[in-house]
């Protein structure tokens, strides 16, 4: 805090019109959620924000590295920060999150990117304010190199995006190395916030009329291993939805091998929880999935899904794929066509496996070309279309509930189903925000269309 007050009054002087912002995420809503906090820090030093790198003051990139195709679109952009760095030299360009957690992508950044001025990891977001201190006072860069750290900051400042959706981190790192996933080296050991922490936040969330809330962890069921109390996550779920409110509450990522049954018939019992899981499967092969490290197999994943059907009404299933881990044949892959349309997915996230340096599936033999592997992604991508299409078509002539997003000039609205479909109808009164009864009229393209009711 006392850095806070430092830094604004050399931005005070050195920028006398009012000092903008610009906090760029690449990665997944844990980054996004960082990003926040990240904007919270600038705005408490007196920056507002803004979606223009020219106008900006400062500029920080927080950065992803789960696939090599996120790390070259991200040196890409920093790239072209170097002409307008050269003609605003006051500005500031800051690089942090995952990738930086990456001492040869931090020396990387040094010699190739000599522009940059800060550079910081996803554990010490905090630290900002004292990085741009020094960065003005004693005129050096300000590169850190990636730091581990096991312990929890709790009310960094935050600057959320939306007005109904909002998310939370309850943990963060994670401890389950699957072998093909650069996570658990860049962002640590597994730790999670205190219930008491989450609880506060959450409350205070609905009483600002947050509709939406999404738990944030890489592997949500095994929240609470490490708190002293006896506590998981259907306890934590269980506390939250003790809030009085109208919201719906998501959570992800749900690790297969660490999902509970009590924790499906706490989802059963609160009508608050989304009805929608995501419970990525990343590959339909026993084989694969043992060579992958995620300790189950497909018997056990079904009887997951089985489970929870029987349990809830309306319960969906999103998840995650890759294809063409090292070693998948063709065969093995087809047991993922198979998986894909015995669950029927609604919605479905598939990537190519991408090699990352250091984790155990870097040194395993890879004898599929990248040409094959973008025709086995295809082929599930259109399966997983027909599908979707299916799930959309079940819904015309029902009636569903589901949260107001957007606005068009035309008087019409975009709203989304808690399964995360969108829907598009047309009202006269502001339902901006809020939670709306539809009836499904029909479908157009990959969205539904209603009627108010
Ligand atoms: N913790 C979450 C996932 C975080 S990463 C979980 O376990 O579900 C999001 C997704 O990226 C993963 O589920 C996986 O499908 C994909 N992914 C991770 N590492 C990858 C890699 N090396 N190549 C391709 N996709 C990868
Ligand atoms: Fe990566 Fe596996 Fe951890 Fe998810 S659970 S972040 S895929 S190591
Ligand atoms: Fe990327 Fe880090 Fe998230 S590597 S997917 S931003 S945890």
Known sequence: MNYIQSVKNIINEKFPNQPLANVVTFGCAQNENDSEKVRGLLAQIGYTMTDSLEESDIVIYNTCAIRENAELKI?????KLKALKAAKPDMIVAVCGCMVMQQHIVDKIKKSYPFVDIVFGVNNLEILPLLMYKRYTEGK????PPQEKTDIVENTPILRNGKSKASISI????DNFCAYCIVPYVRGRERSRKPQDIYNEFKSLVEAGYKDITLLGQNVNSYGKNLEEKYDFA???QLLCTVPG???????????KDISKKLIDTIRDNPQISRQIHLPVQAGNDRVLKEMNRHYTIGQYMDIINYARQQIEDVSFSSDIIVGFPGETFEEYLDTEKLVKDVRFTQLFTYIYSRRNGTKAA???DNISHKEKSVWLNRLIKIQQEIVFEHLNSFIGKEVKALVEEKHDDGSYTARMSNTFVVKFIADTDCMDQFVNLKITGKKGTSLTAELI
């Open 235 to 237: 306890d934590l779920l």
């Open 171 to 174: 943990m963060f790192g994670c």
């Open 141 to 144: 860069k300000q590169i850190l």
């Open 246 to 256: 109208e919201y719906v509450i998501h959570f992800m990522s749900s690790h297969p």
């Open 75 to 79: 040196f890409g952009n920093i790239g």
């Open 363 to 365: 040194a395993m033999e």
